[in-house]
């Protein structure tokens, strides 16, 4: 049986980094340049962490996906980023900030990386500031904030509605910066084909040239994924249409432990699903709900009459309205954390209430919040939001409500890591949305970009040092080494593969396929029996794919359908993963909902007696069923309560 | 409601960047107003591979305006005929019915096509790398609010930092001039304390690469600020010849 150490060091809470800091190994200057790190991705965690390490003197090699790092999936954030500072004297702390988050997480996160999280938070906003993030400022002169849900202090940093993008080019200024003194050389247009492990240690990667089709080896001392989440399973989700979690099912494959799967994130401010060749949804971000009301019709035939086309809700009258949040959830209202507000939107959808021609929308209303605050004051809150919304449906805004739906997008399951941020392979670590570790069974909003640069700017640079520190006297592998030249092969077996099978249909109609299966067995309501007719219909799907899709082109160019059928096969395992981890984990916890098991009010049962675990996956070969390890989640600070958002 | 309408798409179609490229014509058929500009190229490339063709390569990733990715030339204006919006937030209900639709690579020296409408813009990275960033390593910063901003320099630095590096002012200017994008940085950081103290040096440090990468100079067209998806003005280009290049005479 395997057994998991998570390192989690002694002491009391608020402690714990500190004592781990100042007892850890590092790396002395002269030795640093001798070792060399692969880090995968330049999202916020990948851009920051090879910015930190190329500064700190490490030989960094840094891959991604798109032809600039500056491109990362991160770049699409807008609302904004947490921080404990307390600038608005309403009662924030770095606890408050820990326990907000392990209560949003429903209780299934570690406890000290949680805290350590929150401890570092504030060190993130003084490092952008000093890199030139233009934050949103007060007349005053000093960091507005605003809030977000799940909280009831101001604690979120902004830049406009463009924070990921500010943030990302603050990370990416830093990398460039590296690059020009040489410690960072990057390779853009670059994907990760497999994780190359030499006597039970990471030792490099298997890479192809997106441009060339070559496939290529690099050898490192280290290899960190920091490659995003896996949300793009559901085919239409809202991250970008290059996310992925192929990097973080190969070191799965090399047996790192992939925790906590079926904990993925449905958000409820999407743009409705328009048509069948819609290829992704566009968020509407969350720091709407601050000024925005949430509604459906209340009564039946007005929202017949809405579907039907017959009626605008701008005639609905305001007796006739049901501010379905408001009215279940009192003290948190509108801004109820993401799950619990998605769920509310089904339910109502459900029930036949929805509006759209579709019945699957649900309305956001600003009239009130122009009402209070004025036009213009709305316009430079949200202006960006709404003409991007404008653009994409053709309607204002500012004149009739917006419509919103729930829509997968993040993923708070992922590769397990320690305390360390190391996987189970030695040498292997994963950062940012790629991890599994901090959000526990839901995220707050702005916490992502919180952990992916508190890992990159200030976690991972510590302690992959204490890794490292043994590393110096290992000599730079050689890339011909049997390991290296075993999964290259293996590689181009599996294309070749892919290339001969000369199908009938596209790519793309299997990943939709796989989206269908996912949205309506894995999504955000889900029964045993749900998630059993998915694990069937991924592997019925997953055996027609590997006979019957058709790649046109050759392998070794530049190929962009063999690009995405590389990835879509990773997609069916990961489906299969979620599915299966759905079904292990009777109970309803954060983003994860088992309709078997809810209260009276319809609102999530844990159950914290059978399972206060996070539940990791070791691969056990192809079409094997892999094996459940559990890391018990021992909360010695906290007490579990069930979740509560109304008083 | 938006109604579906058929159109021809004359896409151009390149092997690589020292082949000889040419447009192709294709039809499409009852494509739905919503459908997003790259929707539609989805579409076509669906109907390709359905005929055992290789698709139309071209560049994306947010499709939402945001990351930059996206690019094409449509109808002869970078990012399509509506303002201040990217090509993967153009949507079909801007073209007419049995309308034929030209798409184009961004055409210009420094951004080398690499296969049919995707090209390469390390040119701009390479800027960046020159000097688009302030001197700081991680940690050891003063505290955030340990120097006020004003609010209208930070609201005006947020506005040029709004730039997502797409090149659509390169492939707009006729003289492929990278000074809108190059001078957007510039003020962002020359906008704020923390950068102001090398805003010269930087200046000088990105132009100069600029020019070696083989950008062209600028004469103040104003066609990039015409074209770029997210309004950045020209009077950044201006802030950057007064404040900086000036000061190239002098030293
Ligand atoms: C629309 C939207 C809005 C959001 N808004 C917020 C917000 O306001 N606040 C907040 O906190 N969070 C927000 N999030 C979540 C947050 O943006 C993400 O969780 C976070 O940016 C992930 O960062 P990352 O660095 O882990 O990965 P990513 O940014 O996804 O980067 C992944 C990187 O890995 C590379 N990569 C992947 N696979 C490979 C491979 N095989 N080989 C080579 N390279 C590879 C990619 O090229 C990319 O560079 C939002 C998410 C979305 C989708
Ligand atoms: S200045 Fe405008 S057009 Fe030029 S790269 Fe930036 S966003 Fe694109
Ligand atoms: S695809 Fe990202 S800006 Fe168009």
Request: some cysteine.
């Amino acid at each position: 049986m395997t057994k998991l150490e998570a390192k989690i060091p002694q002491g009391p809470l608020a402690d714990k980094w500190t004592n781990y800091k100042d007892h850890q190994k590092l790396v002395n200057p002269a030795n640093k340049r001798r070792l060399d790190v692969i880090v995968v991705g330049t999202g916020l965690a990948g851009a920051s962490a090879a910015a930190s390490l190329g500064e700190l003197g490490f030989n960094v090699l840094n891959f991604c996906i798109q032809d600039s790092p500056r491109r990362a999936h991160s770049i699409a954030a807008l609302g904004g980023i947490n921080a404990a500072k307390n600038y608005q004297n309403d009662g924030d702390s770095v606890y408050r900030l820990f326990y907000d988050t392990i209560k949003g997480g429903d209780y299934r996160a570690r406890e000290a990386n949680v805290y350590r999280l929150a401890e570092v938070s504030n060190s993130i906003i003084d490092q952008c500031v000093a890199q030139g993030v233009p934050f949103a400022r007060e007349y005053g002169g000093l960091l507005d904030n605003r809030s977000f849900g799940g909280a009831q202090v101001s604690r979120t940093f902004y830049a406009k509605g463009q924070t990921g993008q500010q943030l990302l080019l603050g990370a990416y200024s830093a990398l460039s910066r590296q690059v020009e003194k040489g410690s960072v050389k990057l390779f853009t247009r670059y994907e990760m084909l497999d994780l190359v492990v030499i006597e039970g240690r990471a030792r490099g990667i298997i890479a192809r040239n997106l441009v060339t089709g070559k496939i290529e080896r690099f050898a490192a001392h280290a290899v960190v994924i920091g490659s995003g989440g896996y949300g793009n399973a559901f085919f239409l989700s809202t991250n970008a249409m290059n996310s992925n979690g192929s990097a973080a099912m190969q070191c799965y494959r090399k047996g790192a432990l992939f925790a906590n799967p079926a904990f993925a994130q449905i958000h409820p401010t999407c743009i409705p699903v328009h048509g069948e060749f819609q290829s992704k949804l566009t968020l509407m971000s969350e720091s709407l709900r601050n000024d925005g009301r949430i509604w459906v019709p209340k009564k039946l035939e007005d929202a017949k009459a809405i579907q039907a086309g017959t009626l605008k809700p701008t005639a609905i009258p305001e007796e006739d309205r049901d501010y379905y949040l408001e009215r279940r959830y009192p003290a948190f209202g509108n801004l109820v954390p993401r799950d619990v507000a998605s769920r509310a939107a089904k339910e109502r959808c459900d029930a036949g209430f929805g509006v759209n021609n579709t019945g699957l929308a649900v309305y956001l209303d600003f009239s009130a919040a122009i009402q209070r605050l004025g036009l213009k004051t709305v316009e430079a809150r949200y202006g960006n939001l709404f003409q991007m919304y404008e653009k994409i449906t053709d309607e204002n805004p500012y004149e009739t409500p917006m419509m919103i739906f729930p829509a997968i997008h993040y993923t708070m399951g992922g590769l397990w890591v320690d305390y360390e941020l190391q996987t189970t392979v030695q040498g292997c670590f994963a950062i940012g949305e790629a991890n599994f570790s901090d959000h526990g069974a839901n995220r707050l909003g702005a916490s992502a970009l919180m952990q992916g640069l508190a890992d990159g700017y200030f976690v991972l640079p510590y302690t992959i040092q204490n890794y490292l520190s043994d590393q110096i006297g290992v000599p730079r592998f050689s890339v011909e080494r049997p390991e290296f030249e075993a999964a290259e092969k293996e590689i181009e077996n599996k294309i070749s593969k892919l290339m001969s099978i000369k199908g009938t249909r596209s790519v793309d109609t299997f990943h939709k396929a796989l989206g269908h299966i996912m949205w309506n067995n894995v999504g955000m309501a889900r029964t045993k029996e749900s998630l059993e007719a998915a694990l069937k219909e991924i592997q019925a799907l997953k055996k027609e794919f590997w006979a019957d899709v058709f790649i046109p082109g050759e392998p070794n160019t530049l190929n962009i359908e063999l690009e995405k059928a590389l990835r879509v096969a990773d997609f069916f395992d990961i489906g299969e993963l979620m599915a299966l981890d759905g079904v292990n984990r009777n109970e309803s916890c954060g983003g994860h909902f088992r309709e078997e098991y809810q209260t009276p009010e319809g609102e999530a049962l844990r159950d914290d007696e059978h399972y206060a675990y996070a539940s990791c996956w070791k691969f056990e070969g192809e079409d094997k069923t892999p094996e459940l390890v559990k890391e018990p989640l021992v909360y010695e600070f906290v007490e579990r309560q069930q979740r509560n958002y109304k008083s | 409601m938006d109604k579906d309408i058929n159109i021809k798409v004359r896409v151009w179609r390149q092997q690589g960047p020292k082949a000889k490229g040419h447009f192709e014509t294709y039809k499409l058929e009852n494509i739905s107003g919503g459908t997003s500009f790259l929707e539609m190229l989805d579409i076509l490339n669906e109907q390709l591979i359905r005929e055992k063709q290789e698709p139309v390569v071209f560049d994306n990733d947010c499709r939402e305006g945001i990351c930059g990715m996206c690019s094409l030339y449509i109808n002869g204006h970078p990012h399509g005929p509506d303002n201040l919006i990217t090509t993967c937030q153009l949507h079909i209900r801007h073209f007419k019915d049995g309308e034929t639709i030209t798409v184009e690579p961004w055409r210009s020296a420094a951004f080398p096509v690499v296969r049919d409408l995707m090209v390469d813009r390390h040119a701009f990275d390479k800027i960046i790398q020159a000097g688009g960033y302030i001197n700081v390593n991680t940690g050891g910063v003063p505290d955030a609010n340990a120097i006020p901003i004003s609010k209208l320099d930070a609201d005006e630095a947020m506005d040029a930092a709004s730039c997502i590096g797409c090149g659509a002012c390169v492939a707009a200017c006729k003289n492929g001039s990278a000074m809108l994008f190059v001078s957007a940085k510039v003020s962002q950081l020359a906008l704020l304390p923390q950068g102001k103290i090398e805003a010269k040096a930087r200046a000088k440090a990105m132009v100069k690469r600029m020019d070696e990468l083989g950008f062209g100079n600028c004469t103040n067209t104003r066609a990039c600020e015409l074209e770029c998806p997210k309004g950045v003005s020209i009077s950044n280009i201006a802030r950057l010849n007064r404040s900086f290049l000036g000061a190239k005479l002098s030293d």
